[in-house]
């Protein structure tokens, strides 16, 4: 019985550890592009569960060369896509990238990530916390309409 | 004297449309006006707007006949393929309005227009277009055929670098889809960030107005289909 439960305690701890990172990555996505496109934007919901302010340092994948921060601005109707520096995330904050505004940038991409594809991102915040998030790949004209019923579109009409 | 000309055809619209609102059509009209009016739509006019797009080619590499817009609605969309995040909600907004508006986008002809030639070959804008609505026409061409339809249009599009990116840089550029009536005029911009229902819901809102206004433009509809 107490080997068992010790077992069990050693098979946790290295799971815990993983999934206790503050910063959280939900609803995870990547557009659909063509097999030949030199970047891919990528979107989520981050939040920071934790006490503390934190700030994302880094994410990677072997599904890209590099990937970085990037945020969509707009000023005088001129759209303008520029690198953020950093991203801080205030104690029970949340900070949502979504299509014309935030955005991993997800450069070099591995030709021929379809629709349906999942693509592991590794995520460092600033306590050191990594964890890998499953980023859904969709296609374009069904993911970007978040604001839509999406029961009533359709999906046989789209483009794969 | 072209300004004065330009003041007096935009008072006569003025008037049409008020006799427009005070026969009491939707209240998404009054967006419009105020497009109208205060917006840049009104700086630029005129039939020749058109002309600039016979310099480029579509996605399939053919010359492009700007008369084949000519009768019917159109909205442009300038921007270009590199550019993961404003350009395919832009054209997924628009894909998705098309669709809603089914039949009614018959009378609509969607282009997309390049602000980045060096890169976008027809193939690069066919590959890219496959991923939206089928009724959507890209067109390229040479770096003078694309400025001479990006200045058409008013239409701002300058070069950033970031050495990070595939290439060097990236394109700021306006992003806004350009409605223009069956006789070729800039209508209204509506911004291509907002969601496919308020480009719908702008749409929608349009046509029968310029419908009321130029019934003619009912008759250039009927022609054209
Ligand atoms: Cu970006």
């Given at each position: 019985m107490m080997r068992r439960m010790m077992m069990v305690v050693a098979m946790a701890v290295p799971v815990m550890s993983a999934m206790a990172c503050d910063l959280k990555v939900e609803s995870a996505w990547i557009r659909e592009a063509p097999?030949?496109?030199?970047s891919l934007a990528g979107y989520a919901v981050l939040s920071n569960a934790g006490s503390k302010g934190l700030s994302v340092v880094s994410a990677s994948s072997a599904a890209f060369g590099r990937i970085e921060m990037h945020e969509t601005l707009m000023a005088n109707g001129i759209a303008m896509m520029r690198a953020l520096d950093k991203l801080e995330i205030a104690a029970g904050g949340k900070v949502e990238f979504v299509p014309g505004g935030k955005h991993f940038m997800l450069i070099n991409p591995r030709p021929g990530l379809r629709s349906g594809d999942a693509v592991a991102i590794k995520f460092k915040d600033s306590s050191g916390c990594e964890s890998t998030i499953q980023f859904q790949v969709s296609a374009a004209a069904a993911a970007a309409t978040d604001t839509m019923d999406h029961s009533k579109m359709d999906h046989s009409a789209m483009h794969h | 004297m072209r300004e004065a000309s330009r003041a007096g055809k935009r008072r006569s619209v003025y008037i049409r449309m008020a006799l427009v609102m005070t026969l009491g059509v939707a209240a998404g009209v009054t967006m419009f006006i105020a497009t109208l009016r205060?917006?840049?739509?009104?700086?630029v006019t005129g039939r020749?707007?058109?002309?600039?797009?016979?310099e480029l080619v579509d996605q399939q590499g053919r010359p492009f006949d700007a008369a084949k817009i000519h009768g019917r609605y159109a909205v442009l969309y300038f921007g270009f393929t590199f550019c993961p995040d404003a350009c395919p909600l832009a054209l997924s907004n628009l894909t998705v309005a098309l669709r809603q508006l089914d039949p009614e986008a018959e009378k609509i002809e969607s282009v997309f227009i390049s602000v980045d030639p060096a890169r976008d070959t027809p193939e690069k804008l066919n590959e890219y277009l496959a991923?939206?609505?089928?009724r959507i026409i890209g067109l390229t061409g040479s770096v003078q055929a694309i400025q001479a339809a990006e200045q058409s249009f008013g239409v701002i599009a300058l070069e950033h670098n970031d050495a990070n990116l595939p290439g060097g840089y990236t394109v700021d550029h306006s992003n806004d889809f350009i409605v223009l009536s069956?006789?070729?005029?800039?209508?209204m911009r509506v911004p291509a960030n907002l969601s496919a229902d308020e480009l719908l819901a702008q749409l929608r809102t349009l046509i029968p107005v310029v419908e009321a206004i130029q019934p003619q433009a009912r008759l250039h509809v009927s022609l054209a289909s």
């Amino acid at each position: 019985m107490m080997r068992r439960m010790m077992m069990v305690v050693a098979m946790a701890v290295p799971v815990m550890s993983a999934m206790a990172c503050d910063l959280k990555v939900e609803s995870a996505w990547i557009r659909e592009a063509p097999s030949n496109a030199t970047s891919l934007a990528g979107y989520a919901v981050l939040s920071n569960a934790g006490s503390k302010g934190l700030s994302v340092v880094s994410a990677s994948s072997a599904a890209f060369g590099r990937i970085e921060m990037h945020e969509t601005l707009m000023a005088n109707g001129i759209a303008m896509m520029r690198a953020l520096d950093k991203l801080e995330i205030a104690a029970g904050g949340k900070v949502e990238f979504v299509p014309g505004g935030k955005h991993f940038m997800l450069i070099n991409p591995r030709p021929g990530l379809r629709s349906g594809d999942a693509v592991a991102i590794k995520f460092k915040d600033s306590s050191g916390c990594e964890s890998t998030i499953q980023f859904q790949v969709s296609a374009a004209a069904a993911a970007a309409t978040d604001t839509m019923d999406h029961s009533k579109m359709d999906h046989s009409a789209m483009h794969h | 004297m072209r300004e004065a000309s330009r003041a007096g055809k935009r008072r006569s619209v003025y008037i049409r449309m008020a006799l427009v609102m005070t026969l009491g059509v939707a209240a998404g009209v009054t967006m419009f006006i105020a497009t109208l009016r205060s917006g840049p739509a009104t700086q630029v006019t005129g039939r020749n707007t058109l002309a600039a797009l016979s310099e480029l080619v579509d996605q399939q590499g053919r010359p492009f006949d700007a008369a084949k817009i000519h009768g019917r609605y159109a909205v442009l969309y300038f921007g270009f393929t590199f550019c993961p995040d404003a350009c395919p909600l832009a054209l997924s907004n628009l894909t998705v309005a098309l669709r809603q508006l089914d039949p009614e986008a018959e009378k609509i002809e969607s282009v997309f227009i390049s602000v980045d030639p060096a890169r976008d070959t027809p193939e690069k804008l066919n590959e890219y277009l496959a991923h939206f609505s089928s009724r959507i026409i890209g067109l390229t061409g040479s770096v003078q055929a694309i400025q001479a339809a990006e200045q058409s249009f008013g239409v701002i599009a300058l070069e950033h670098n970031d050495a990070n990116l595939p290439g060097g840089y990236t394109v700021d550029h306006s992003n806004d889809f350009i409605v223009l009536s069956p006789s070729g005029r800039v209508l209204m911009r509506v911004p291509a960030n907002l969601s496919a229902d308020e480009l719908l819901a702008q749409l929608r809102t349009l046509i029968p107005v310029v419908e009321a206004i130029q019934p003619q433009a009912r008759l250039h509809v009927s022609l054209a289909s």
